[in-house]
């Protein structure tokens, strides 16, 4: 089945700097990608969502310029968490659509960023 | 807008025994998608069951199912048969046909202790 391999699992980094999350589709092409947002205990909280070779699109409230989305090919699409600060730390996950239809959301197994 | 509303944070149920996680949504698209994922404490999200707004019976899935009231714009999961792997987080999402962006938004989860 589609597999979309994320990584890091898990980082820890310090205030101030970038953070990147990389999301790869291995056996299908991810013409599109939605990245998550996920404190402890809570649900998931859309952030964007990325097309192959198009700007994202940001959900309300979400920083652009803060967390930078590329999607430059069909099997890749990165987030990076600039400038982090403590209060970014949280669970990022994200979800290719894999198919057509209704189903086929294949998610990637998620990156515990802490910020320090 | 669409809504999802999970209104349990937590239920307990015995082993083998059956539960269901109550899952509302509101929407004015009449072409929708309704899906129910387990997370466990790894993060992972794994896909239970799918229903659409046009299918005819209940959704299942082995030992879940999937009670659609489509008039009370209800969508609950039942799990036949707990066990222990059954602990996890549960989370109802939904997806408008008509958005074409085809992002999935999520209810806050329902969290799951299956008691031996």
């Known amino acids: 089945g589609a597999v979309v391999s994320q990584h890091p699992s898990w980082v820890i980094c310090k205030s101030g700097t970038s953070v990147k999350i990389e999301c790869r589709s291995l056996?299908?092409?991810?013409?599109?990608m939605f990245w998550y947002r996920q404190f402890p205990k809570q649900s998931l909280m859309l952030m964007a969502t990325?097309?192959?070779?198009?700007?994202?699109?940001?959900e309300q409230g979400v920083e652009k310029d803060k967390f930078l989305i590329n999607h430059a090919s069909l099997t890749l699409s990165t987030l990076t968490v600039t400038s982090a600060h403590p209060e970014d730390s949280s669970f990022y996950i994200c979800?290719?659509?894999?198919?057509?239809?209704?189903?086929?959301?294949?998610f990637g197994s998620g990156t515990r960023l802490t910020v320090v | 807008a669409q809504k999802i509303t999970q209104t349990q944070p937590g239920m307990f149920v015995q082993e083998k025994e059956a539960v269901t996680l109550d899952c509302t949504y509101d929407?004015?698209?009449?072409?929708?998608?309704l899906f129910w994922y387990k997370q466990p404490s790894s993060g992972e999200m794994i896909f239970l069951i799918y229903?659409?707004?046009?299918?005819?019976q209940n959704a299942t899935e082995g030992r879940y199912s999937l009670n659609f009231q489509k008039a009370r714009k209800s969508a609950n999961l039942v799990i036949s048969a707990s066990q222990l792997g059954d602990s996890a987080m549960y989370f109802c999402?939904?997806?408008?046909?008509?958005?074409?962006?085809?992002?999935?938004?999520f209810g806050s989860g329902t969290r799951l202790l299956v008691r031996p």
């Open positions: 979800s290719a659509k894999t198919s057509g239809g209704l189903l086929g959301y294949t």
């Open positions: 056996d299908f092409q991810a013409t599109t």
């Open positions: 990325s097309n192959e070779g198009s700007k994202a699109t940001y």
């Open positions: 929407t004015s698209d009449p072409s929708y998608g």
């Open positions: 229903q659409g707004s046009y299918d005819q």
């Open positions: 999402a939904m997806r408008e046909v008509t958005d074409s962006s085809y992002k999935l938004i």
